[in-house]
C-alpha cells in the first residue's frame, strides 16, 4: 500500500486528462451494459407485437439510438486509448527524470558500491511496464467495477438462482487468481533482478572492449554474458509457467460457469421458473459480467510488472543522499583559497581510518604537493575538499568557513580539478570545453584552448572545435585529452586547483608540453598536486608525505633533500631510474 500510494502522488499533475478518461470509461461502460438490456425489451416487448410497422418502428428507433450511443462509444474509446496512454507515458517520464535527478544527487560512496550497468537497468527497464500500468490501472479497475456492479444486479432480477451458481464460480476464481497473483509477484521481482545482472554484464563488457580485445578474452566475456543470459532466461520460462497456469485455470473456471449456467437454465425453463428468451439474455450479460473478471485477471499480471518495477524505482528514490547542504548554508564566490584541515579522519563505510588526525594549513594561492605510497589517502584527502566524501571527524575550512556551511553547487564551482583518468563526454571538442562554464561564448573556448596549449591542434582538425570526440573521447590521444580537460578548468576559472597525477599516464614529451599548460592554470590559485612523478614538484611551496601512518614528512624539496628520509628515498629512486 506504501508503494501505490507513492504511485498515485505521480497522476496530480495529470488530474484533468485522468478524470477525463474515468469519464470516458464510465460512459463505455454504461453503453456496455445498456446492449443486453436492449436486446431483452426487442425479444420480450417489440418482437411479439402483431403489427409489422409497428415493429420495424421501434426498431429504427432503437437503432439510430444504438448507432448514436457507439459514434459516442467511438470518441470515447479513442480519447481512452490515445490521451489515457499519454498520460501514462507522462507519468513514467516524470519518474524517470525524477529518478536521474536523484542519482545525481548521491555522493561517490553509493557509486562505489553500485553497479552502473544495474542503476541504467532501474532507470530504462524497470519503467518499461509503469506506463501501461499507470494508464489502464485506475481505468481497468473502474470499467471492471461498473460493468460487475451493473452486470450483477440485472443478472439478479433475471434469475437469482442462476445468479448464485455464478457467484460460487466467481469467487473460486478470485480466490485462484489471489493466490497465483502473490507466485507472479515474486518471479516478476527475480525478472528484474536477473535483467539488471545482464545489462551490468553488457555494460561492463563493452566499456573494456579495448582490454577484452587485447587480452583476446572475447569467449569470456560471451561466457559470462551467456550465464547471466541463461539465468534470466530460467525466470521468464518460470513466470510463463506460473501465468500459464494463471491464464488455463481461469478459463477453465470460465467454461464451467457456462456449463453450468445452461445445464440449470435448461432445468429452469423445463419448470417454467424461467423464459428461454431471458436465458438468451442472462448467457450474454455472463459476457458482460466476465469480460471486467478476464481484464482484472490480465490487470494482476500488467499489476505485478509495473509495481516491481516501481519498487525497484523506489528503492533508488528513497536512498537519502550522504551529502547534502546544511540548513542555512551560503554560497561562496570566488574565495581567497585559504584551505585548513583540523584534525580530520576518514573511513570508508565506517572501517579502519584512511586518514587519521590531518592537521594542514594552505595559504591564499600557494602550491601543495602530495606524495607517497599507493592507498595513503592523497586523492582521499583532496576529495574531502569539494565533499565527495564526508569526513568522519574534524573539519575543513576554505577562508575560514566550515565546507559543510557552504552550499555544494558554490563549493565544487570554486573548485578545479584535472585528473589522470580524464572523461570526456561523447560529442564535440566545443561541448566538451565549455562543459567547464555552460553557456560560455565561443570567444571564451578558444581563449581557454589556447591558454592549454590545444586551441592550434583542434583548428587543424577537419571540423575544429565541432570535430566529435567519440565516446570517452576514444579518438584524441592521452594528451589531447588532457589538454582539452586543462582547457574546461581555464573556462571554469576556479579558486582552488587540484591536479591527482594528471600527467603521470603521459610520455616524457607530453608531459613536458602539459606542464606548462599546467603551471600557467596554477597561476594565483590554491593549488593540491598529487604527483607521481616528482620532478615535477620541487617548485612546490610545500612537499606533504602522506602515508596509511599519516603525515610523515613535509617542508620544502630541498629541506627533505637534505633530511634523507622518505622523500628523499623516492626521489632518489626514481632518478636512478632515469638515468
Not at 508503494?3 to 488530474?15: A, C, D
Not at 440485472?154 to 438462482?161: R, S, W
Not at 585548513?340 to 565506517?350: C, G, L, P, Q, R
Request: net charge neutral; hydrophobic share 40%; charged share 25%.
Amino acid at each position: 500500500m506504501k508503494s501505490i500510494k507513492k504511485f498515485i502522488k505521480y497522476y496530480k499533475p495529470y488530474k484533468h486528462l485522468f478524470f477525463a478518461d474515468m469519464f470516458c470509461a464510465l460512459t463505455l461502460s454504461g453503453i456496455d451494459l445498456l446492449f443486453p438490456v436492449i436486446v431483452r425489451y426487442l425479444l420480450n416487448d417489440v418482437y411479439i407485437l402483431n403489427d409489422s410497422r409497428e415493429i420495424v418502428r421501434y426498431v429504427i428507433y432503437i437503432g439510430s439510438a444504438l448507432l448514436a450511443m457507439y459514434i459516442i462509444r467511438y470518441f470515447c474509446q479513442y480519447f481512452i486509448t490515445s490521451w489515457g496512454h499519454i498520460m501514462g507515458a507522462k507519468m513514467e517520464a516524470d519518474m524517470r527524470r525524477d529518478l536521474f535527478e536523484h542519482l545525481q544527487k548521491l555522493s561517490f560512496s553509493y557509486y562505489d558500491n553500485h553497479n552502473t550497468g544495474k542503476l541504467m537497468s532501474r532507470i530504462v527497464t524497470d519503467l518499461f511496464d509503469i506506463s501501461e500500468l499507470a494508464h489502464h490501472g485506475p481505468e481497468d479497475l473502474f470499467i471492471s467495477l461498473i460493468k460487475i456492479t451493473g452486470s450483477f444486479i440485472i443478472l439478479v432480477t433475471i434469475n437469482i438462482n442462476l445468479t448464485l451458481i455464478l457467484m460460487f464460480f466467481t469467487i473460486v476464481m478470485i480466490y485462484f487468481s489471489y493466490f497465483y497473483n502473490k507466485k507472479m509477484r515474486s518471479v516478476f521481482m527475480k525478472n528484474r533482478q536477473k535483467i539488471a545482472d545482464v545489462n551490468a554484464v553488457v555494460q561492463d563488457s563493452l566499456s573494456g572492449i579495448r582490454v577484452v580485445k587485447s587480452f583476446a578474452n572475447e569467449e569470456i566475456e560471451i561466457a559470462k554474458f551467456e550465464k547471466g543470459n541463461m539465468e534470466f532466461l530460467e525466470t521468464k520460462r518460470d513466470s510463463y509457467f506460473i501465468m500459464g497456469r494463471f491464464f488455463s485455470g481461469n478459463s477453465f473456471f470460465q467454461g464451467l460457469l457456462y456449463l453450468s449456467v445452461i445445464l440449470a437454465g435448461g432445468i429452469f425453463i423445463s419448470s417454467g421458473s424461467l423464459e428461454s428468451s431471458d436465458l438468451v439474455v442472462y448467457i450474454l450479460y455472463i459476457n458482460t459480467f466476465l469480460n471486467p473478471i478476464e481484464k482484472l485477471i490480465n490487470f494482476t499480471e500488467q499489476f505485478q510488472r509495473g509495481i516491481t518495477g516501481f519498487e525497484r524505482f523506489l528503492e533508488v528514490i528513497e536512498t537519502k543522499p550522504d551529502i547534502e547542504d546544511r540548513k542555512g548554508a551560503i554560497d561562496i564566490v570566488n574565495p581567497k583559497g585559504n584551505i585548513e584541515f583540523k584534525n580530520v579522519s576518514f573511513s570508508y563505510n565506517d572501517k579502519h581510518n584512511v586518514l587519521n588526525n590531518i592537521n594542514i594549513k594552505i595559504e591564499a594561492g600557494k602550491k601543495i604537493a602530495l606524495i607517497g605510497p599507493s592507498g595513503g589517502g592523497k586523492t582521499t584527502l583532496c576529495s574531502l575538499i569539494p565533499r565527495f566524501y564526508e569526513i568522519s571527524e574534524g573539519s575543513i575550512t576554505i577562508d575560514g568557513i566550515d565546507i559543510r556551511d557552504i552550499t555544494l553547487k558554490s563549493l565544487r564551482n570554486s573548485i578545479g580539478i584535472v585528473q589522470q583518468d580524464v572523461y570526456l563526454f561523447a560529442g564535440t571538442i566545443r561541448e566538451n570545453i565549455a562543459y567547464g562554464r555552460p553557456g560560455a561564448t565561443q570567444e571564451e573556448i578558444i581563449e581557454a584552448a589556447k591558454r592549454a596549449n590545444i586551441h592550434d591542434f583542434i583548428m587543424s582538425l577537419d571540423e575544429g572545435y565541432d570535430t566529435y570526440v567519440g565516446e570517452r573521447g576514444v579518438k584524441l590521444s592521452g594528451g589531447q585529452k588532457q589538454r582539452i580537460s586543462i582547457a574546461r578548468v581555464f573556462l571554469k576559472n576556479p579558486s582552488i586547483l587540484i591536479l591527482d597525477e594528471a600527467t603521470s599516464a603521459l610520455d616524457n614529451e607530453s608531459e613536458k608540453f602539459i606542464q606548462k599548460s599546467l603551471d600557467e592554470l596554477a597561476k594565483n590559485r590554491t593549488t593540491l598536486v598529487i604527483a607521481h612523478r616528482l620532478s615535477t614538484i620541487r617548485n612546490a611551496d610545500e612537499i606533504i608525505v602522506l602515508t596509511d601512518e599519516g603525515i610523515k614528512e613535509r617542508g620544502k624539496h630541498e629541506e627533505l633533500i637534505d633530511r634523507g628520509g622518505i622523500y628523499a628515498y623516492l626521489y632518489n629512486m626514481q632518478f636512478e631510474e632515469i638515468s
